[in-house]
DNA sequence: TTGCTTAAGCTACAATTGTAAACTTAATTG
DNA sequence: CAATTAAGTTTACAATTGTAGCTTAAGCAA
């Protein structure tokens, strides 16, 4: 994914983003709206708003039947892939093995994480 | 560290911030401008505004000098971590580890990293 | 001491972002 | 078919961010 695209994604946009994203087929604003305007409390202006604009910055996909449909461009892996070096690069010096050793460091994993991992690095050939 | 303070934190001004935690002591505008300058091809002005706008967010602490010396108040760990905890909770529904499995299965790891983090995580037994 | 060079403070201004209303067109319903 | 409603488009507007100039005050050199 281009730095372009993600980079570009911005929060309130991203809301509108997860929910496609755990969507399986395409959406047309009423299904957003319906979740968005409670979770969020935005008002179906905003909610239109946000649309737009990811679909003018290439992240979401329109599609016209009878009224359109939305759909993701970018994918969930893509992105979070692509917000993970970003944080990395800017915070980290590129050293993503400073990024764990951070986690590690704060506390920002449980127990339960730290088994995970160690079973992860493990069968790692 | 609070919400409030690191995460307004922006890019730019995080540039500063990389700055001061490199220095050793407080530093005064002038060793500050000097380095941004060249490395960011910013002006002077810019560069001042980037430290009043720390110090009036409270990240910067200035002291009064001949002429003022200005020294970090969030530590470089306290920010990092923060801003890593702030990327799992947004993009990885506060799963720490499913941001480490990201970061393995997009390549985001070289072998020395992962060699090293299997060192981290070794089990002793 | 008087102006010259900066530091510090205040102001500016365009782009982006969050939030939304107003207007226009197309679809649905009585 | 006319009226209502909802979809889509355009416009708005304040806050934040990136970028910087203008003004005033203060220290230093001549």
């Known amino acids: 994914m281009s730095d372009n695209l993600a980079s570009k994604i911005t929060d309130s946009e991203l809301e ?14 009423t299904a957003i709206r319906e979740q968005l305007q409670e979770s969020k409390g935005w008002e179906p202006a905003t909610i239109k708003t946000l649309i737009s604009r990811l679909v003018s910055k290439g992240a979401v996909h329109q599609e016209k039947r009878n009224v359109y449909y ?7 892996k893509e992105y979070s892939s692509w917000a993970t070096k970003d944080l990395i690069t800017r915070i980290y010096n590129g050293k993503a093995r400073d990024l764990i050793a951070s986690l590690v460091d704060s506390d920002g994993l449980s127990e339960d994480d730290i088994a ?9 050939e």
């Open 16 to 29: 509108v983003m997860k929910l496609l994203w755990r969507a399986k087929d395409a959406l047309p604003v």
């Open 116 to 124: 995970e991992l160690r079973d992860m690095f493990k069968v790692e």
């Open 70 to 76: 939305y759909s993701p461009v970018i994918t969930q």
